[in-house]
């Protein structure tokens, strides 16, 4: 091997491993640079701005008006650009977005991008989640949003890390997110292993806000409504009754479990669950409680209907489960 041979050989061997070292300095750059950077502090936002976001926010929701949620979405993102650091008005961003979505069969066409809400309402819950990892509603919410949007993208990572982030938010809070968790499966396949797992969470759910363990065979809640005037002033145990945020929390919990059991096959059980919203004393004030004698007197007709992945948009209300109905959120939200 002569000198020049050998000479070219070793400029060649200093450049490669200038090279290497060039780049695993950079490497090592981003690497330290993304470790060390600062995280989002949460700061609240009591602004004129920020609080009348949220007036109009609760305002909106509990008229039930989704022709005006352009109104509300405006105010918080302003509100939001203001202060990024709220956890409140961010989840408050996510679930305008989440009902965008869910009632989308109250508009006259239904637009393709309206799927779009799935990833703006998971991006705003997952703000939530990083400026409150404490409160499991929003960890639910988040984890619903994923499933949501890894169904509409054929992502099985994005719709199983969803699911297995709801797990641990239903450990969390499990009387609030085994509904949560629960309601987003319920539009799965009636085969589907989820769709029963999602049914047993509606079950688990009762059990855990009773601290009892409910006959499936022939459920009467009615002996516990008596607990609801002590139990709802405990936190954990709010998620479970009536309250300012969801005025009719429970008629929509059972008729959404009652169109589940339909949905599975058991319309003589379904109708003892639908029967209980009814039993409740704020049935008769309820916006929704006419579609719910419907199920009753329908519930044989309808076990074929819920399992229909494409309804007639006429009687969307009447034909689908809850979850794919215009009221979907404004069966627990709307006064």
């Not at 949620?69 to 990024?84: D, E, R």
């Given at each position: 091997?002569?000198?020049?041979?050998?000479?070219?050989?070793?400029?060649?061997?200093?450049?490669?491993?200038?090279?290497?070292?060039?780049?695993?300095?950079?490497?090592?750059?981003?690497?330290?640079?993304?470790?060390?950077?600062?995280?989002?502090?949460?700061?609240?936002?009591?602004?004129?701005?920020?609080?009348?976001?949220?007036?109009?926010?609760?305002?909106?929701?509990?008229?039930?008006?989704?022709?005006?949620?352009?109104?509300?979405?405006?105010?918080?993102?302003?509100?939001?650009?203001?202060?990024?650091?709220?956890?409140?008005?961010?989840?408050?961003?996510?679930?305008?977005?989440?009902?965008?979505?869910?009632?989308?069969?109250?508009?006259?066409?239904?637009?393709?991008?309206?799927?779009?809400?799935?990833?703006?309402?998971?991006?705003?819950?997952?703000?939530?989640?990083?400026?409150?990892?404490?409160?499991?509603?929003?960890?639910?919410?988040?984890?619903?949003?994923?499933?949501?949007?890894?169904?509409?993208?054929?992502?099985?990572?994005?719709?199983?890390?969803?699911?297995?982030?709801?797990?641990?938010?239903?450990?969390?809070?499990?009387?609030?997110?085994?509904?949560?968790?629960?309601?987003?499966?319920?539009?799965?396949?009636?085969?589907?292993?989820?769709?029963?797992?999602?049914v047993d969470m509606q079950w688990e759910n009762i059990d855990k806000c009773i601290?009892?363990?409910?006959?499936?065979?022939?459920?009467?809640?009615?002996?516990?409504?008596?607990?609801?005037?002590?139990?709802?002033?405990?936190?954990?145990?709010?998620?479970?009754?009536?309250?300012?945020?969801?005025?009719?929390?429970?008629?929509?919990?059972?008729?959404?479990?009652?169109?589940?059991?339909?949905?599975?096959?058991?319309?003589?059980?379904?109708?003892?669950?639908?029967?209980?919203?009814?039993?409740?004393?704020?049935?008769?004030?309820?916006?929704?409680?006419?579609?719910?004698?419907?199920?009753?007197?329908?519930?044989?007709?309808?076990?074929?209907?819920f399992r229909a992945n494409n309804n007639p948009s006429a009687d969307v209300n009447?034909?689908?489960?809850?979850?794919?109905?215009?009221?979907?959120?404004?069966?627990?939200?709307?006064?």
């Amino acid at each position: 091997m002569t000198r020049k041979v050998i000479f070219e050989f070793l400029t060649n061997m200093r450049n490669t491993v200038l090279l290497f070292l060039l780049i695993l300095g950079l490497s090592g750059c981003e690497f330290f640079a993304l470790s060390f950077a600062p995280g989002k502090e949460p700061l609240a936002d009591n602004s004129e701005l920020a609080n009348q976001a949220s007036k109009v926010f609760w305002e909106t929701l509990h008229q039930g008006d989704y022709s005006n949620i352009s109104k509300p979405m405006t105010l918080l993102k302003a509100a939001y650009l203001q202060n990024p650091y709220d956890a409140k008005i961010a989840a408050r961003i996510g679930f305008l977005h989440a009902w965008s979505l869910t009632e989308r069969q109250r508009l006259k066409n239904i637009p393709p991008q309206i799927t779009d809400n799935a990833i703006l309402a998971r991006k705003y819950f997952e703000e939530a989640v990083r400026l409150n990892p404490e409160d499991a509603r929003y960890l639910g919410f988040h984890s619903s949003m994923m499933m949501s949007e890894g169904s509409i993208h054929k992502d099985a990572y994005l719709t199983r890390k969803g699911y297995f982030q709801g797990l641990d938010s239903i450990e969390a809070w499990p009387q609030f997110n085994l509904f949560t968790i629960g309601y987003t499966m319920s539009s799965k396949e009636h085969s589907d292993p989820k769709f029963r797992e999602a049914v047993d969470m509606q079950w688990e759910n009762i059990d855990k806000c009773i601290d009892d363990t409910i006959d499936r065979n022939n459920p009467d809640f009615s002996n516990y409504f008596e607990m609801e005037s002590s139990e709802k002033r405990e936190s954990y145990k709010r998620a479970c009754w009536n309250s300012w945020i969801a005025p009719y929390n429970l008629q929509g919990f059972f008729m959404n479990f009652g169109d589940m059991l339909v949905k599975e096959g058991k319309p003589e059980i379904a109708r003892k669950i639908y029967q209980t919203a009814m039993d409740h004393p704020d049935f008769e004030t309820w916006p929704y409680k006419e579609y719910l004698i419907r199920r009753i007197e329908n519930a044989d007709q309808n076990v074929e209907k819920f399992r229909a992945n494409n309804n007639p948009s006429a009687d969307v209300n009447d034909s689908t489960i809850m979850i794919k109905t215009t009221f979907g959120c404004m069966g627990c939200h709307q006064n």
